[in-house]
């Protein structure tokens, strides 16, 4: 509109301005969101402020890792006890449960790039002990 270049957009953004900010007919656009009130996040299915009275998402993640160190499931790492038993495991909770095992998987060390680890002072007894520790924060072994 000539009588009025801000047509629409007048309280908004000029055009004039608008043609500043374009770049290589780009417009970059930013915008400040201020929320109010209490902090509650919702999706159509679930409500984040409205967590089950009693639930344990700590415990539960816990006994997930578990399970699915025992299925074997997205097993990345495996170690090697001294009688030779392999243990397939997830470098994410060796990692996070061992500042040691964390410098090594993150290192050039052949056993990180192999995905492999043998433990010559360990037997397999001890081993599985120390993986059930790692992932459960708890053994059952004495």
């Known amino acids: 509109n000539a009588q009025n270049p801000d047509y629409g957009f007048g309280s908004i953004i000029s055009h004039e301005k608008l043609r500043e ?4 007919d780009q417009l970059k656009i ?9 902090d509650k996040q919702e999706s159509s299915n679930y409500s984040i402020g409205n967590v089950l009275e009693g639930h344990d998402a700590t415990r539960e993640v816990v006994e997930n890792l ?6 074997k499931i997205f097993s990345d790492f495996t170690l090697i006890s001294n009688d030779k038993k392999a243990f397939p495991c997830n470098k994410i909770v060796l990692a996070s449960q ?19 680890l043998e433990i010559k002072d360990y037997d397999s007894e001890l081993l599985a002990a120390i993986l059930e520790f790692m992932y459960k924060d708890k053994t059952h072994h004495y």
């Open 66 to 71: 578990w399970l699915a160190y025992q299925d």
């Open 30 to 38: 930013s915008a400040t969101v201020t929320l109010y009130g209490k």
């Open 98 to 116: 061992s500042p040691v095992m964390q410098k090594m998987l993150n290192s050039g060390m052949k056993e990180a790039a192999k995905q492999k």
């Open 21 to 24: 900010n374009l770049q290589k």
